[in-house]
């Protein structure tokens, strides 16, 4: 009973927010191609995350565990149904494309671009300059910053010209920022300098002038001390010509937390500069067993994100961090947590699935983008 009432105040407040948008959105944005329908013809459920999505002209995505991908007939059947954008979880970070020096290996990662192309998808490239799952012979070379400098630019070079014509939106730089806003301390700042992020950008554009180029963070979704420091660096950027696209917030929350703090005027903030938004990693943990509170505030930080989102015409893309939480990352790191995602052990889906989809159904209001 309670549940019910609180989806009718969801439906209730959506259809208000949304229709007072709707005004000012527009009509002149030219759709993307639809999402709904894979190029076989082969039509996806109409009531799948991406078709209901694809109405509003949103994406929605997920990060793929390619080895699942490969061996799970059912991962890979609600991989191609429910999502219209994938982001590769592992493969095509430095560690896995390159783990020894000036010997590629894209295999992984072209599979997944052609499951993608084959299922009417777009791609998230994810990720070109990060801190972690960097190969051993980089972090252990005792190179000198000229020398990190060189092979930060060979990297970015020769993965975006790889996939060059096949990626939506590339992570560009990911996590160069602590909690309280203050730079983080990386083997790329040491070398380079904070102007190593403005490099990755340009290095990034010419490579594939045609790629949207995301900065991409944690604990960025609400306002407070980091996601101020990435607006400001946004706002760096775009007066110094730069060519940055768009600012990803991952959307890794837990129960235990809360909801951040006014989630849609801080993506709109963004948007204000000229910038795309996305929501590139959404999940929501919460201890386990999980108790009938934590999976309503599990429901509701799902759906309140994706309403954020549809609420911002600038916000393009929707991505869950995987899918199934059997393959979720969280129990590895958070003792005793877990259940982070919208599909159970058994690929079943959850009550966070339910309310993604319910929330969709709402949206017909919402802003084209
Ligand atoms: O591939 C090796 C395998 O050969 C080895 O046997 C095994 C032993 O532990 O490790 C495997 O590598 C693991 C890799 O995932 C692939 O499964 C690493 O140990 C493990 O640390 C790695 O975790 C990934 C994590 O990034 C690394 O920081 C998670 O899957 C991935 O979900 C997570 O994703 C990050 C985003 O990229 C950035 N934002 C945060 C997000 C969550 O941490």
Redesign the pocket.
């Known amino acids: 009973m309670k549940f019910r009432r609180s989806v009718v105040v969801l439906a209730v407040g959506l259809t208000a927010l949304l229709g007072a948008q709707t005004g000012a959105a527009g009509a002149t944005v030219p759709p993307l191609r639809d999402s709904a329908k894979p190029p076989g013809g082969t039509a996806v459920p109409p009531d799948s995350l991406r078709a209901l999505a694809s109405k509003v002209g949103l994406r929605i995505g997920t ?1 793929v565990n390619t080895d699942a991908l490969a061996t799970n007939a059912k991962y890979r059947q609600i991989t191609a149904d429910q999502f219209s954008t994938v982001t590769p ?2 493969v095509m ?1 430095w560690q896995v494309v390159e783990p020894t020096k000036g010997a590629y290996d894209w295999s992984a990662a072209d599979q997944l671009v052609k499951f993608a192309k084959a299922n009417g998808q777009l791609v998230r490239g ?2 070109l300059v ?1 801190q ?2 960097l190969p051993t012979w980089l972090t252990a070379g005792n190179y000198t910053s000229t020398q990190l400098r060189h092979l930060l630019r060979k990297h970015i070079t020769d993965e975006v010209t790889h996939f060059r014509g096949h990626i939506w939106q590339w992570d560009v730089v ?2 160069a920022f602590n909690d309280d806003g203050t730079m983080r301390d990386t083997i790329w700042l040491r070398a380079m300098g904070p102007s190593y992020i403005a490099d990755a950008f340009r290095w990034a554009h010419q490579a594939d002038p045609r790629a949207l180029l995301f900065y991409n963070d ?1 604990n960025i979704e609400g306002m407070g001390a980091k996601s101020d420091a990435v607006y400001l660096l946004a706002k760096q950027l775009r007066a110094q010509g730069v060519p940055i696209n768009g600012i990803g917030a ?1 959307g ?1 929350l837990d129960t235990k937390y809360g909801f951040p703090n006014q989630m849609r005027q801080n993506l709109q903030r963004f948007a204000d500069l000229g910038l795309k938004v996305a929501l590139t ?1 959404v999940d929501v943990r919460t201890t386990v067993p999980v108790t009938t509170p934590e999976q309503l505030a599990q429901n509701a930080d799902y759906s309140q994100m994706l309403e954020a989102c549809l609420l911002v015409r600038a916000c393009i893309s929707y991505t869950v ?2 899918f199934g939480d059997a393959f979720s ?1 969280v129990p ?2 958070f003792a005793g947590e877990g259940s982070a995602d919208i599909y159970d052990e058994n690929l079943q889906p959850k009550a966070s699935y339910f309310a993604l989809q319910q929330t969709l159904m709402l949206a017909s209001g919402a802003p084209h983008r």
């Open positions: 990060a979880e592992n970070k994810h990720t990060w972690n799952q990911n996590e944690y991952q890794h990693e961090w995987g990352w590895g790191v």
